[in-house]
């Protein structure tokens, strides 16, 4: 074991993994955090807790974890590389350590640009895949990035996002091997609507190797409405979101329910996708989505079954 | 070359009003070729400087000189008539020009004409692109000799991310992403193995990062 984190023991066992998303208020409420980890309880393996998403100043995912994890939780705390240089990951991810988290999502964020501080200095002193080695490295060797020996190595369950439907799409799963050559474990995708380029993309990491040396965990999302679908089809940087999925939301008398039927249908295909281990529920701002996601989707979280 | 462009005129209104004797100073180099402070447009900001003071019944004198290169002592020398007697030098070089006044004319103000936007070359009639940042490490030869560092969003040396779209950069369309094209011509050249490789992390002590910089060529005296 290289964490000992849940997510990791139901992955190695073998098991389908079930994680969600927790967004951290934009406020210093603790009670939001617990809130929404109740919601979620007993039906994910572990949760994501959200780095500043989409830019936007929110509580630290650190403080949040911690929080996650009194609520008898399993957090994996997402990082970017917008917001800090090596210096405050390596102290971050110390810390994380120190206070129980096991898993940690390396991620480059979104610009900050997107945010509600678009005059604020992007940092970018490394990129997800400079992350991953650096957390490696801490974890293994263990070292800091600068080579000084690091005294009790934090131990971790290494994740990253791939995006199976940005551009160019050959290069999509040879930047993932390139990831995994970094040191991840496991991988969180991009939200899948169009499962056919989803398999298309799998075949390939299949074909890279990549899914004997990590977990693929595919995300899905379930859509409220068609201005939802529409929005993100045509305005959020690196979705596809099908024609046919934005006219059933259209047609749908209750497009929430609708939403979630879709949801249940995409998880239903990606799970019949060879090396696909899991996926990812991103119910953002939508938690009590996800106990019924699971339960339509018959999906029980991996770690009840090891 | 250095791309600057004029501040608004509200600024300029701002900085000048005060002053009765004020030389305007142009730069007969960067700024000229981008067309934005050579002696042409140094003339033509003094005269609206002018008929706004008319306008607004200020007074004074507003004076133009311009130089070939305002980024060095010897050019800056030659006006030191011209200088005598102001109370303010307004430069429209990029900073680096109001920077060698102040050095040089220590008991005038001196105040920046322009905002300096980087360092570009033309892309499209009267359009600059920022091609480089002066990191200080170039990566041009990994990276088919198109810069991440200046041209990538998110200065990535191991893009695209997945904000990659038909091209474009997840910030804007109008925003061409550097690592498609990379990625284009690193396999255009049967070099796409290079897109393997991981690259990084930099060295950011090169760059202004590891504090203001100077640079002394070798076999030269300083």
Not at chain 2, 74 to 81: G, M, P, S, T, W
Not at chain 2, 91 to 102: E, F, H, R
Not at chain 2, 127 to 155: M, N
């Given at each position: ?5 849940t997510l ?14 927790l967004?951290p208020p934009?406020g ?5 955090i617990i809130?929404?980890a ?5 039906h ?7 780095d500043?998403q989409t830019?936007?100043a ?5 403080a949040a ?12 705390m997402?990082?970017t590389?917008?917001?800090r240089?090596?210096?405050?990951m390596?102290?971050?991810?110390l810390?994380?350590?120190?206070l ?8 480059t ?8 501080h678009?005059?604020s200095k992007?940092?970018?002193d490394?990129?997800?895949?400079t992350?991953v080695?650096m957390v ?7 070292a800091?990035?600068?080579g000084e ?6 131990e ?11 551009d160019p799409f ?9 990831k ?6 496991f ?7 169009n ?8 075949a390939q ?5 990549i ?5 693929i965990l595919?995300g899905v999302?379930p ?6 679908a529409k ?9 596809d ?6 006219k ?7 497009a929430?329910e ?9 998880i ?7 090396g696909?281990s899991?996926v990812?529920?991103?119910a953002?701002?939508?938690e009590e ?5 699971t ?10 079954s090891? | 070359?250095i791309v600057?462009k ?17 030389l305007?100073?142009g730069c007969?180099?960067c700024?000229?070729?981008?067309l934005?402070?050579g ?7 003094a005269a609206k400087?002018?008929?706004?003071r ?6 004074g004198t ?25 109370d303010l030098i307004l ?7 109001p ?10 103000r001196v ?7 980087m360092l ?6 009267h359009?600059?692109?920022e ?5 200080g490490?170039?990566?041009l030869?990994k ?9 990538c ?17 997840e910030?804007?369309?109008?925003v061409e992403?550097?690592?498609?094209s990379i990625?284009?011509r690193?396999?255009?050249l049967?070099?796409e193995?290079?897109?393997?490789k991981?690259?990084?992390p930099?060295?950011?002590s ?7 910089r100077t640079?002394?060529?070798?076999g030269?005296?300083?």
């Amino acid at each position: 074991m290289k964490s000992g984190s849940t997510l990791e023991k139901v992955l190695v066992a073998g098991n389908f993994a079930v994680t969600a998303e927790l967004g951290p208020p934009k406020g210093a409420d603790a009670q939001v955090i617990i809130d929404k980890a109740r919601i979620l309880s007993g039906h994910v393996d572990a949760v994501n807790i959200t780095d500043n998403q989409t830019a936007i100043a929110r509580m630290s995912s650190m403080a949040a974890a911690k929080l996650v994890i009194e609520q008898g939780m399993e957090p994996i705390m997402q990082m970017t590389c917008r917001d800090r240089n090596r210096l405050a990951m390596q102290a971050d991810i110390l810390g994380a350590a120190a206070l129980g988290v096991k898993n940690l999502l390396c991620l480059t964020g979104d610009h900050q640009s997107f945010g509600n501080h678009p005059k604020s200095k992007g940092v970018y002193d490394l990129d997800s895949v400079t992350l991953v080695r650096m957390v490696k490295d801490m974890r293994d060797v263990p070292a800091f990035q600068c080579g000084e020996e690091i005294t009790v190595a934090p131990e971790l369950f290494i994740g990253a996002a791939a995006n199976p439907y940005a551009d160019p799409f050959p290069f999509r799963a040879i930047r993932l091997a390139k990831k995994v050559e970094a040191g991840i474990d496991f991988v969180q995708t991009q939200i899948v609507y169009n499962t056919e380029k989803f398999a298309e993309f799998m075949a390939q990491c299949r074909e890279l190797g990549i899914t004997e040396r990590c977990h693929i965990l595919a995300g899905v999302a379930p859509l409220k409405s068609a201005g939802m679908a529409k929005y993100m089809k045509n305005r959020v940087a690196g979705m596809d979101v099908p024609d046919a999925v934005v006219k059933r939301m259209e047609d749908a008398t209750d497009a929430a329910e609708e939403g979630i039927d879709i949801c249940v249908e995409i998880i239903e295909q990606v799970r019949a996708v060879e090396g696909v281990s899991g996926v990812h529920i991103m119910a953002v701002e939508w938690e009590e989505a996800v106990p019924e996601i699971t339960a339509r989707a018959g999906l029980k979280p991996g770690s009840a079954s090891l | 070359m250095i791309v600057a462009k004029p501040k608004p005129f509200r600024k300029i209104k701002q900085f000048t009003d005060p002053y009765q004797n004020i030389l305007v100073v142009g730069c007969n180099t960067c700024v000229a070729v981008c067309l934005t402070g050579g002696e042409k447009e140094a003339e033509q900001l003094a005269a609206k400087i002018r008929l706004h003071r008319r306008r607004e019944g200020l007074g004074g004198t507003v004076d133009t000189v311009t130089v070939l290169r305002q980024c060095e002592h010897e050019y800056i020398e030659e006006i030191k008539d011209e200088v005598e007697g102001r109370d303010l030098i307004l430069s429209t070089a990029c900073s680096i020009g109001p920077q060698a006044l102040a050095e040089r004319y220590q008991d005038v103000r001196v105040v920046p004409g322009m905002n300096t936007k980087m360092l570009g070359m033309v892309k499209e009639h009267h359009t600059w692109s920022e091609y480089c940042v002066a990191c200080g490490d170039c990566v041009l030869h990994k990276t088919g000799g198109l810069c991440p560092i200046a041209r990538c969003a998110k200065e990535l040396l191991n893009g695209p991310c997945g904000g990659s779209q038909g091209g474009r950069c997840e910030i804007s369309p109008e925003v061409e992403c550097i690592w498609q094209s990379i990625h284009d011509r690193l396999k255009r050249l049967g070099m796409e193995n290079d897109l393997k490789k991981i690259l990084g992390p930099r060295n950011w002590s090169w760059s202004k990062h590891g504090g203001p910089r100077t640079f002394h060529k070798e076999g030269f005296k300083p």
